[in-house]
């Protein structure tokens, strides 16, 4: 089975991909999500993240089935 990775925003511009699926076997928090698609970069600390539509933190534990979602940091005004 799989987990589904998805980046919104800035960070799906910026890293050039929406949507992932990985091999749930392969990921076992928000942070090995993260770095089974952006091997080249680290995850940055003011990510907004969520885990199956609740927010997370990166040490969360990922579950075969789930979403994680990956946010730039929001500013208004």
């Known amino acids: ?6 980046f ?3 960070l799906k511009e910026q890293l050039g991909v ?4 990985v091999d749930a076997a392969v990921i076992k928090t928000v942070s090995d ?3 089974a698609v952006v091997a ?3 995850l940055p600390d003011n990510i907004l993240i969520a ?3 609740e927010y997370a933190t990166a040490d969360r534990a990922v579950r075969d089935g789930d979403e994680v ?3 730039p940091p929001v500013t208004g005004g």
């Open 8 to 10: 919104f925003a800035g």
């Open 40 to 42: 080249h970069e680290e």
């Open 69 to 71: 979602a990956f946010f």
């Open 18 to 21: 929406e949507r992932r699926e």
């Open 51 to 53: 885990l199956n539509l």
């Open 1 to 6: 089975m799989a987990v589904t990775i998805r």
């Open 33 to 35: 999500a993260w770095r």
